[in-house]
């Protein structure tokens, strides 16, 4: 085994560091942070110089500081920030006329607003269109190696790094190079493997929360943000911020590799951290907000590109092994099964789970097929199984790391997956793997000094990355997820069938009789029914034909419609099934004519009584079709339409158009009965055939009990951050009609979404003056929430014509809540933005009169 390379207590201490409360920026930007109330509360110490402000502005309102413009942005920035846990940017702002453009971010901290200021670089190339180009790059790879290989590529392409490397995490946290693109003069780094230690927890919880991280110059002078603790003792949380400052540890490290800059953006898989593209620089390096930007977008689609290729390939294991577990259920419960054949059947389809030996332990016997333990060795490994949590796989690829007896047969049984099969007495199928003696190329020794720190004992960086091996013994291949997902689906598997036997085992003679006794009556029951439809069809189908060889085609073809349709019955265990499915079967028979059918309004669900009649009705639609009516040609097309009516009676309507000139038929063959009478004598629906020069149409009309439509999903609902409580009834009252004016749609939405769970039925949307005095001018409003900025103009003529029509509203504005709205409107209720469901409440109480219900203003047409 391999000792451990550090002292737990160092490795505590390194994991501890608080990096996200380091209380300092990098050089390359100025932060400063607002409170609720818009004052400043804290600054970095190069605030006042970077930003071209007066240096005393913290305590002061932000306004004072900033005009009124930029802060209108930035409510409205944050609208849109508050509860996503994002950052939100502004590109291209001036503080003043003349003034340098900033590229600015904008996040929330606790009770603080943090914005960010970064000197705007004002690039030429359009982020999208290169996002869109790197993300084609990435897509069109085919396999996970070669789309974390053009990642690489095109991240180095955006951004200039000297190195550009995909790292993918472990399940122990360790890490490897598995792709990379690099200056010619660099050595590879490509295959190399780091210890977790090299990215603490704490860093690699930061990396899940802020997928970018950039540090532009490992010797740059860092910037403290003043002052360290606010009013009530609390540190800054930077967690969210691009410019926080970083952990002399990292900096250390950075500068043993010979990196002067780096940057890293987070790989996330399944909600999970499963990589890291880093990029490094042999000297300072500072990105602009814009290109961060674009890389962190581009991270977030490659990381969406990787998990669904991961995906395919996970799908594409699981499908082939549920074929074999499929065959080996099937073999498990045939009638002779028993639990130690287990090792047998398994070991006939290897590709289930790959394993050198297996063994079963069942009511204590023991069986073993290949390398396994000895009988007494593998006794003494069932009783340490005995304390493994109940009803769970068990997995390691180092059994003797937590199994010391194991070092004696590393090269029968290294690594182990064991699947429990009952409770008590606990019994045992488990899969052994052999040793596999292997090299591993780590980028530098994985060990680190201990030195005292601030923090007690910790590690610090090692000095070489120069690569060095080791031999890593008494392990075996790793489980992979799909093998663990396999021996799980085993174990419910066997449970059942082995719980299944012991029922069966203990039920009664007499009543698997009657058991016997009612299958037998009921197969005879529908033996007679089949029969008796059976020779219906050869009776009704010779009455028409006009030789043999057509009444054996119109036999063999109905009887295999009736064969697809009980497929489809007995495929979904006599479920009901979408008339779709029965449609694609009937029409895949015919050949490539699937694009020739379209199916419009809700999916129709036949219950299972009614599928057999629909089967035929729909061979003689489709049959008729072929022969004589819209597919006997090229132009023909078919149109089923179905709905619903309130009684729950589900209509289909299959018309056809482009084929011959249909008329009614002068004499009634056995397809006409079928159209004509099966749907109202089998299911008492109704069957009505119409012979119209476009083509011939059917309509039918299927009760409830034979037939329903697919309800839509229901929309989900989330309550109000602040309050699950209903608004007053006088509020709800109020806001039955609204009219809402914004000119941003991601406010739009959010306000429409507010209105309503506060009560409001209707909410009508307009972006400017005109269309706002459009909508008052053709419906009657109880009423309305006004933007004050419409971009060029303003909604101040809406609001005088609405006080003049005595309508209630409210004005909603990112200036805050000392904007003058002139005489006539001084006494009208102003919402600052973000919006919030207690403020806007508390903007409507003062609409409602006391002691009456609020009074909704008539519109003059």
């Known amino acids: 085994m391999i000792a451990p390379l550090y002292d737990p207590a160092a490795l505590a201490s390194c994991a501890s560091e608080p990096i996200h409360l380091l209380g300092a920026i990098q050089p390359m930007g100025a932060l400063l942070t607002i409170s609720a109330d818009w004052n400043v509360l804290r600054c970095s110490a190069n605030a006042g110089a970077f930003l071209g402000v007066a240096d005393e502005m913290i305590g002061q309102p932000a306004k004072s500081v900033f005009p009124a413009d930029f802060l209108h942005d930035v409510r409205g920035r944050l609208q849109i920030a508050i509860g996503t846990g994002i950052v939100e940017r502004l590109f291209g702002c001036r503080l003043a006329t003349g003034s340098p453009r900033f590229d600015v971010a904008v996040h929330v901290s606790g009770n603080e607003i943090v914005l960010e ?81 090299d990215i603490p927890e704490q860093a690699r919880a930061l990396y899940k929360r802020n997928f970018l991280r950039i540090i532009a110059d490992v010797d740059a002078d860092l910037i403290p943000v003043l002052p360290v603790l606010s009013p009530e003792g609390v540190r800054l949380d930077l967690s969210m911020s691009g410019l926080r400052s970083v952990s002399p540890i990292h900096l250390e490290y950075l500068r043993n590799m010979g990196v002067q800059a780096s940057m890293s953006v987070s790989i996330i898989v399944g909600g999970q951290l499963w990589g890291l593209i880093a990029c490094h620089h042999g000297k300072a390096m500072h990105l602009g907000l814009e290109t961060r930007s674009t890389a962190e977008l581009f991270g977030q689609m490659f990381s969406y590109l990787l998990e669904a290729r991961l995906q395919a390939e996970d799908a594409a294991y699981d499908l082939r092994t549920h074929n074999i577990h499929n065959g080996v259920a099937l073999a498990f419960a045939a009638s002779d099964a028993l639990l130690k054949n287990v090792p047998e059947i398994l070991t006939s389809v290897a590709d289930y789970v790959a394993a050198d030996g297996i063994a079963v332990s069942h009511a204590g016997e023991i069986s073993l097929t290949g390398l396994t333990p000895t009988r007494e060795e593998f006794a003494q490994l069932v009783r340490f199984l005995n304390t493994t949590s109940a009803g769970q796989v068990f997995s390691t690829h180092c059994l003797s790391g937590v199994f010391p007896p194991a070092l004696d047969y590393p090269m029968r049984a290294a690594g182990m997956l064991s699947i429990p099969v009952s409770r008590v007495p606990r019994d045992y199928l488990v899969f052994f793997r052999r040793e596999v003696e292997k090299s591993v190329t780590w980028a530098g020794r994985p060990e680190k000094i201990e030195a005292l720190g601030p923090h007690g004992v910790r590690l610090t960086p090692r000095k070489s990355f120069e690569a060095w091996r080791e031999t890593v013994r008494f392990q075996s291949p790793r489980w992979s997820k799909g093998e663990l997902r396999a021996a799980e689906k085993l174990r419910v598997t066997m449970i059942e069938l082995i719980l299944r036997m012991s029922e069966s085992a203990q039920v009664d003679r007499n009543t698997a009789q009657q058991s016997q006794e009612i299958l037998i009556a009921e197969l005879n029951h529908r033996v007679r029914n089949i029969l008796g439809l059976v020779r219906g069809l050869i009776s009704q189908s010779a009455a028409t034909a006009v030789d043999i060889r057509a009444l054996v085609e119109s036999l063999d073809n109905r009887i295999r419609s009736l064969a697809r349709a009980q497929d489809l019955l007995t495929s979904s265990d006599w479920m009901p099934t979408p008339l779709r499915a029965l449609l694609s079967v009937e029409v895949e028979t015919y050949g490539n004519i699937e694009d020739r059918l379209t199916l419009t309004g809700p999916e129709v669900i036949l219950m299972p009584k009614a599928f057999t009649p629909m089967a035929l009705v729909v061979h003689e639609l489709v049959t008729n079709a072929r022969k004589y009516g819209a597919l006997s040609t090229t132009d023909g097309r078919i149109t089923v339409t179905t709905s619903r009516d309130e009684a729950g009676n589900v209509s289909i309507a299959w018309c056809e158009t482009g084929g011959p000139m249909v008329s009614a038929p002068q004499r009634k063959g056995f397809g006409s009965t079928v159209l004509g009478q099966v749907i109202p004598f089998e299911l008492n629906g109704m069957s009505t055939p119409r012979y119209l020069p476009g083509g011939y149409c059917l309509d039918i009309i299927l009760p409830a009990a034979a037939a329903t439509c697919a309800e839509p999903e229901p929309q989900t609902s989330f309550p109000d951050e602040e309050s699950n409580a209903p608004a007053p009834a006088d509020i709800a009252r109020l806001l039955t009609t609204c009219l809402l004016v914004e000119d941003n749609l991601f406010i739009a939405v959010d306000a429409e979404d507010l209105l309503r769970a506060l009560g409001a039925k209707t909410v009508v949307v307009a972006n400017s003056v005109a269309d706002a005095l459009a909508a008052l001018a053709m419906q009657s409003f109880g009423f309305a929430l006004l933007d004050v900025n419409l971009g060029p103009e303003n909604s101040l003529p809406i609001g005088r014509y609405l006080k003049a029509h005595a309508i209630p509203f409210v004005f909603g504005t990112g200036y805050g809540e000392d904007l003058a709205m002139g005489e006539l409107l001084a006494d009208v209720p102003i919402v600052t933005k973000p919006y919030h469901r207690l403020s806007m409440l508390k903007a409507l109480t003062r609409l409602i009169p006391t002691g009456s219900a609020p009074a909704a203003g008539r519109l003059l047409s």
């Open 117 to 197: 200021f970064e000197a705007s670089t004002g690039q030429s190339t359009a982020p999208l269109g290169v996002l869109r180009s790197m993300t084609a790059r990435a897509e069109r790879q085919t396999s996970t190696q070669a789309i974390c290989q053009e990642a690489a590529r095109q991240m180095r392409g955006l951004t200039g790094f000297d190195r550009v490397m995909v790292y993918r995490f472990d399940d122990d946290d360790a890490g490897e190079v598995i792709a990379e693109t690099a200056a010619g003069t660099l050595a590879p780094f490509l295959g190399l493997r780091y210890p977790a230690s």
